[in-house]
Structures are given as C-alpha cells and as structure tokens.
C-alpha cells in the first residue's frame, strides 16, 4: 500500500499486452494495486480492461506516448507508487550480419524505454519518498548466447543501470529491484526464433543459427513429462509481487526455468567453462 494512507497504491506495468507483462497486470489487480497497463495495442488487452485495468497506449520507443501516460497517471491519482518496466523484445543475429539501425532498435525499447520511463516517475515517488522501480532484465543480463549480442548487450545495460539507479534513489526512500527470468511460456522465444532465422538463416552462420532457433523456440514451450522446458508467466508476476510487497527487498528475483542454476553456474566457472556450457547446450 501507498505510504501517503491512499486507499489504494498505483503501478504501471509496460509490454502488459501478453506473456508476463500481462500476468504481473493480473497479478497487482490482485495484490490490490490501481493498475496502469500499457502496450502498443491496446485492443490486445481487452481482457486485461475487464479485469480492472486502465488501459495506456503506449509505445515505449515513443518521447510523446510516454510523457502523456504518466501525465494521465498522475493527473487522475496524484502518485505512483510502482513502475514494472517489462516491455521488452529479443534482437537474434550475428554481430556481422544485424543491421545497426536494428541494435539501435534494441536498445532504444529495452534500455532508454525503461529509462526514461524511471525519468519520469522518479520525481513524483521522490516527493512521495516512497515508490519502487521493477526493471525486467532477464537471465540473459548475466549469461550470454552466440548470436545475441545486441539483446544480451541490452539486458546487461538494464543490469547495470538498475545497481547504480539503485544506489541513488535508497537514500530517498526509494527501491530498485531486478528481475531475472528464465525460460518462460510466451511467444517471446518463437518470435526471437524467427528474427533470428530472418538474418543469420543463410550465410556463414546458418548451421549455428538453425540450432540456436530450435533452442530459443524450445525455450518457450509448455512443461512436460521430458522435463521442464519452460515456466508459467505467473512465476514472474510473483515475483514482482513479492518485490513490491518486501518491506527490504531483495535486489534482484531469479524466477523461472533455468534460471537460478545457469545463473549459479556463470557465478562460479570461468568464461572458458561457460563457453563450453554454452556450446553443449547448441550441439556444438
């Protein structure tokens, strides 16, 4: 709850169209919260709407989308009190091969969205002194694939920004906290799978490619008898909810398959070990 006594605390969640940014959505309507979803398409989130959600067309690439969604925010409740920045996407290819406009894509949704979005609410929670920032990195903002450095790249800049926003805003009252998914049961994988096969599928990469699109697209399918191939987006969104309901939360959340045991094993092996995990896991 808002420290200010307000009947209810208020959060945006972003990417809330689908996958985990529609399950953290559902899950803070739950905890409580006022809840803000946003996304591109907001016909998307008719669903979302039904359940309590005020929905926010927001682009997170877009200067102007952005400052009116946290101008409606506040002109309509006064505060913020959660900002879950999960938008989010995975650019797959070779270094050689990915068109810069394209890694400058990347970054501009995954890092300088997030950002500026934390620009924005930051001063509203400072004068609350109270609110906390929830930036979704993922597993892959320690650990690192072949034919992902522009979205490894990415998610280690979210890794980083969050340690330092971190150290600025606690003094005020303020918390940043990371979450770490694993392989979770989206369409993230599927459509990472196919971008991949769109720029490194022919060429000097292409064997490469074709394994590592089987993996990413395996990553995202249900659990089975054979094995956990992937969790529920609802695992994230409790983790979220149990960041914002921590009175000291941990800064960060592992959360989902494969991400608490890849995480321990980049932690304690060398480069050369982990390269070599890494190159097992693609049939290499």
């Known amino acids: 709850m808002s420290k200010s006594g307000s009947a209810q605390p208020v959060a945006l969640v972003t990417g809330a169209s689908a996958g985990m940014g529609e399950a953290i959505a559902r899950q803070l309507l739950a905890d409580g919260y006022i809840v803000y979803a946003a996304a591109r398409r907001v016909e998307r989130m008719a669903g979302l709407e039904q359940a309590g959600a005020r929905l926010l067309t927001m682009d997170v690439s877009d200067e102007a989308s952005m400052q009116a969604g946290m101008a409606r925010i506040i002109a309509d409740c006064k505060r913020i009190d959660a900002l879950v920045n999960n938008a989010g996407y995975g650019s797959y290819g070779s270094?050689?091969?990915?068109?810069?406009?394209?890694a400058r894509r990347q970054f501009e949704v995954n890092v300088f969205g997030l950002a500026r979005l934390s620009q924005l609410a930051i001063p509203h929670?400072?004068?609350q002194r109270s609110g906390r920032i929830v930036n979704v990195s993922s597993m892959g903002g320690k650990i690192y694939e072949p034919l992902g450095a522009w979205y490894h790249a990415s998610k280690f800049a979210v890794e980083g920004l969050s340690d330092?926003?971190?150290?600025?805003l606690e003094p005020l009252g303020l918390h940043v906290i990371v979450i770490q998914p694993g392989a979770i049961r989206t369409d993230w994988g599927a459509i990472a799978a196919e971008n991949l096969l769109k720029v490194s599928g022919s060429g000097p990469y292409s064997?490469?490619?074709k394994s590592h699109a089987a993996l990413l697209a395996r990553g995202s399918e249900p659990r089975s008898?054979?094995?956990p191939a992937s969790s529920e987006p609802e695992v994230v969104a409790r983790a979220v909810s149990s960041?914002?309901?921590a009175r000291r939360p941990k800064t960060r959340y592992a959360c989902g398959a494969y991400a608490a045991p890849l995480l321990f094993l980049?932690?304690?092996t060398s480069d050369r070990?982990?390269?070599k995990v890494m190159r097992m896991a693609l049939g290499q």
Do not use: C
């Open 125 to 127: 929670m400072r004068a």
């Open 266 to 268: 980049r932690k304690y």
């Open 225 to 227: 008898s054979g094995g």
């Open 164 to 168: 330092s926003l971190r150290l600025e």
């Open 273 to 275: 070990m982990f390269d």
């Open 207 to 209: 064997a490469l490619a």
């Open 95 to 102: 270094l050689e091969e990915t068109p810069l406009e394209e």
């Open 243 to 245: 960041a914002l309901r």
